[in-house]
């Protein structure tokens, strides 16, 4: 059975859409992991800091959980035009966790989504292009909500059917 892991890289409206996916997911009878990287402690990551300190266990254990788990959401607020920092410092740090760290993502499909104050659709293509860097099969059909832009059910629903049937 496929297990999802929702990567969110933010609170308040993004971490309501993470459950939404979260319920959906669960409805479909797909296991599903939250990580909420605001609850993380990761130092940020530099040359210097990785040389010094390595690796962070927390990093190691999440990455070995990565390599398990079957397909993602991402979850990520708009911050200046592109991805939160807490996002990108995660994947630095993941991409440094191991010799075999692509296996971490590669082939498996991934939904990104937004609940941006500020737009919105700069941090999907800039999340699509970095996880497709990655290896990740991102879906073609993505989540985008705002103040003024709800989340669809009928959206949700058919992009959670893309997911655990990719």
């Known amino acids: 059975m496929k297990n999802i892991t929702i990567i969110i890289a933010s609170k308040n409206k993004n971490l309501e859409l993470a459950h ?3 319920s959906a997911l669960t ?3 797909v ?3 939250l990580l909420n990287l605001v609850d993380t402690d990761m130092p940020l990551y530099t040359p210097k800091t990785d040389k010094e300190h390595g690796v ?3 990093i190691l254990d999440e990455a070995a959980l990565l390599k398990k788990t079957n397909g993602f959401v991402v979850i990520a607020p708009e911050y200046n035009g592109g991805i939160p920092p807490v996002l990108t410092n995660f994947l630095a740090w993941v991409s440094r966790s191991s010799e075999d760290w692509r296996d971490c993502f590669n082939g498996k499909p991934a939904v990104i989504a937004t609940h941006s104050g500020g737009g919105g659709i700069n941090v999907l293509v800039s999340m699509r292009t970095q996880l497709a860097y990655l290896g990740v099969n991102v879906i ?7 103040f003024s832009k709800a989340l669809s059910q009928d959206s949700l629903d058919a992009v959670v059917s893309q997911l655990i049937t990719s």
């Open 140 to 146: 073609g059909r993505q989540i985008h909500t705002n």
């Open 31 to 33: 296991p599903v992991r």
């Open 56 to 58: 962070p266990q927390s």
């Open 20 to 22: 939404a996916f979260e």
């Open 27 to 29: 409805a479909a009878n």
